[in-house]
């Protein structure tokens, strides 16, 4: 069962990696590079503003420039920084990515419905697919959305933390809703998954960002759409590859 669960997962990991690379081509990606020319343009526009203006600002007192300098220091962009190169770069590590992220999901989804047990096929590799978008996608996005860069965003340990509990809490509380007998454990599964969010996310200190509003609310929509066909198309390729490699073993 093992040898199954890892060549069907780097099987549906190969085809969801090219799905998601060529959706992602006309989708999140020219996004995320309209995003960029906002972001790299803010030092410009700031070497651009008048001297008489930065003279003036050498009168304010000690005590308002100081947090000026902290919030400045906070944003300032690493020149340095390594990226990958516009083009086939870019694309080649997005696809690397994606190839290892579908490999990684489908192996997940192959070991939860090998505990569950049952007959594990496409439809219900879909299923689970579904069930995992849920919990740590669609849910979890409820308070941290998808961020294009040039977001002001809280700090990242609080973000993670708060991200990877809201998913567990989802994950805990949809399985007690959809597999308990129970009504009072069906409750309690509710609230589970409610919890997080009546918590709250971390809130970041600012909400402007670089980019138009619009910009924005497209690509959480983008990412959205791209995650749920990881889930998806996860489940659905590597359910199927599970009962053909099953029946030939």
Same mark, same amino acid.
């Given at each position: ?19 998601? &690379? ?114 740590? &996608? ?41 597999? &308990? ?69």
């Amino acid at each position: 069962m093992f040898k199954t669960i890892i060549l069907s997962a780097f099987g549906a990991g190969l085809a969801v990696g090219v799905a998601l &690379s060529v959706v992602q081509a006309v989708t999140t990606e020219p996004l995320i590079l309209h995003a960029e020319t906002f972001e790299n343009a803010e030092p410009a526009t700031a070497a651009a503003v008048p001297h008489e203006h930065a003279a003036n600002e050498a009168h304010a007192t000690e005590a308002a420039a100081a947090p000026a300098a902290a919030e400045a220091a906070a944003h300032e962009h690493d020149e340095d920084a390594w990226s990958p190169a516009d083009g086939f770069e870019r694309s080649a590590y997005t696809f690397l990515a994606n190839l290892l992220v579908g490999v990684g999901v489908s192996a997940v989804l192959l070991g939860l419905m090998s505990i569950r047990g049952g007959q594990i096929d496409a439809r219900t590799g879909v299923l689970w697919g579904v069930a995992g978008f849920f919990a740590a &996608s669609l849910l979890p996005s409820l308070g941290l959305s998808p961020e294009l860069p040039g977001t002001a965003a809280a700090e990242i340990t609080s973000r993670q933390v708060w991200w990877l509990s809201t998913a567990a809490a989802s994950a805990i509380g949809l399985a007690l809703i959809v597999f &308990s007998q129970s009504w009072l454990l069906k409750v309690a599964g509710l609230v589970l998954g409610v919890l997080p969010h009546v918590i709250g996310a971390p809130v970041p200190p600012t909400l402007e960002a670089s980019y138009p509003a619009g910009l924005g609310g497209e690509f959480v929509a983008a990412s959205l759409v791209v995650s749920a066909l990881l889930w998806v198309l996860s489940g659905l390729f590597s359910g199927w590859l599970y009962q053909r490699l099953a029946r030939a073993a």
